[in-house]
């Protein structure tokens, strides 16, 4: 079982639309979460942190963390065709960060 | 601030020629990760480092590559005797804390390896 499950997609959402990305993963043990957006050909970018239950609201992104259901999701309110990208979920766990193989995201005008 | 920088930014080696990868963290982050990311496929685990310390090394084959951070100086992913397996976008990643901390990695440019 991968440490980091994500639908590859891929996903598409009208410009204005909420765009809903999906991670689970296995180590009931995992204390920090994250969301990278990585552009084709580019590193990946930190875009959210979440480390407790709940929600975690940073402009247009909001994280949500159920640590009971082991389930991360990243929404992204208004999307813009600039957030088309592959969305990476990562989970460090240890001494390790494990990244999911991302969600490709396309936004259309 | 200067962020993570890695170079080369490309890297096209020969079968069995030796490829090193170097990575400077972002100002007053001590710990390091690198990881290899195939096409279409997720980034991968290889090392983690601080100062003249390797921590885990668990993910990087244990023939061929090599890691460091010197006390003075970047890190250094060392690959001896390169295959055409070894062919990947190498991304080194930067943290202010370990993994007690608040531990947000910011990742570097990459290098892409190429081996002809």
């Known amino acids: 079982q991968k440490e980091v499950e994500q639908n590859s997609g891929p996903l598409s959402v009208p410009e204005g639309a909420i765009a809903s990305l999906n991670c689970t993963y296995s180590?009931?043990?995992?204390?920090?979460f994250f969301w990278y957006r990585q552009y084709s050909g580019k590193s990946p970018e930190l875009i959210m942190s979440i480390y407790s239950n709940g929600d975690k609201e940073d402009g247009r992104f909001t994280a949500q963390l159920n640590k009971a259901s082991q389930y991360v999701s990243l929404l992204i309110r208004d999307s813009q065709p600039s957030d088309s990208a592959t969305y990476l979920c990562?989970?460090?766990?240890?001494?390790?960060?494990?990244f999911g193989t991302g969600t490709s995201l396309t936004v259309i005008p | 601030n200067a962020g993570v920088m890695q170079n080369p930014r490309h890297l096209v080696r020969r079968r069995g020629q030796e490829a090193r990868l170097r990575c400077s963290p972002m100002?007053?982050?001590?710990?390091v990760y690198w990881y290899r990311q195939l096409p279409e496929e997720g980034l991968k685990f290889m090392v983690y480092l601080q100062k003249e310390n390797i921590i885990d090394e668990s993910g990087m084959p244990k023939e061929r590559f090599s890691a460091e951070f010197p006390k003075e100086g970047p890190s250094i992913l060392r690959i001896q005797q390169v295959v055409r397996g070894d062919s990947a976008a190498y991304f080194c990643?930067?943290?202010?804390?370990?993994?007690?901390?608040?531990?947000?990695?910011?990742f570097g440019p990459g290098t892409r390896l190429t081996v002809t």
């Open positions: 180590d009931r043990g995992s204390q920090s």
């Open positions: 990562a989970i460090h766990t240890g001494n390790q960060f494990y």
């Open positions: 100002k007053g982050h001590s710990h």
């Open positions: 990643a930067s943290s202010p804390f370990g993994p007690q901390g608040i531990n947000e990695q910011y």
